[in-house]
């Protein structure tokens, strides 16, 4: 039987899989597409708009824990469409929620029979940001996790690190990922071959780092901004929000509208930094409604309040 290839695309919260992810479909049009993201709302589907791919989105849970139960259904939707029409689609690449550990992801597909005589999985790929926190690697187990299943690994933003940075990260996986290829990817740019051609390596399990990690200590809260905000307005409290809640605030993203132009806006930001933000082109299923989703590590009370209370 013709197995379909497919990749796993994983990487702590912001390291850029979604930016490595609308890379390779340019290259690899013919894919099926899986997202998971840990906020309730999703938003790397805008990301994704330009591209006319069968694209499933799990939200609200980790692929790991949450909606782990969701991951087969859609895979064997997949495969009882591809056997229907095999010009569909010709891999499909899941991209986890950055605070998912792989291998319960992994197991679905070694583990259920069903899956793993129609599947192959031929990548197990991780972005890790050049410019992370070092502590990451203390402060979240996911992160050690999701390089040492991966059999490549992306390196992102290293235009943004300094030179000590890249050192210290490329030392760190020295030790994670001692036989993934190493790749860097500026802005997602990558050779595609390198991903889709390359020869599948077979890794020993790596026990001793993954095998049972704590329960996640994220929260998400997801807000909807009713009318259209002024960037600026918008832009100043987010650097508020920012500032006020430091480390504990892991990653902020959305889509929001403003009054000066009629597309929407997608905002973006990583640990204390917020990210230029980038003009999408307008759809008809644009509703005007802003929806920002904000990851902590542990709950932040009254986050929603503030933000109100700063946009007033
Ligand atoms: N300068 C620079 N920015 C990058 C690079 N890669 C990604 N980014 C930016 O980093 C931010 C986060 O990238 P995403 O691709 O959304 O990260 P992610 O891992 O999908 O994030 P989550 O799904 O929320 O975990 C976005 O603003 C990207 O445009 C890079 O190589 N250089």
Known sequence: MN?????????????????????LLSHAPKSA?????????????????????????LVGGCLCCQVRGSLAPILKNLRMAWDADNSYFERVIIETSGVANPEPVLDILFMDRWLSARYSLQGAIATVSAIMDEQNFERFPEVVAQIAWADTVVLTQTDLAQAWQQKQIQTKLDQ?????????AVQGAIDPDVIFNATKKFRPRRNHYVSELPQHEFSSISIHLETPIAWEQLHTALMQLITRYGQQLVRLKGVVYTPEQKQPLLVQGVAEKLYPSIRLPSRPSDD????????????????SETLQALLQ
């Open 3 to 23: 197995r379909i290839p497919i990749y796993i695309i994983s990487g702590f919260l912001g390291s850029g899989k979604t930016r490595l992810l609308n890379r």
């Open 176 to 184: 994670l990922a001692p036989i993934a290829t190493r790749l860097i």
């Open 33 to 57: 597409v899986i997202i998971n993201e840990f906020g309730a709302t999703a938003i790397d589907q805008q990301l994704l708009r330009e591209h006319k791919v069968p694209l499933s989105t």
């Open 288 to 303: 005007g409604i802003g929806r920002l989703v904000f990851i902590s590590h542990g709950e932040i009370k009254g986050l």
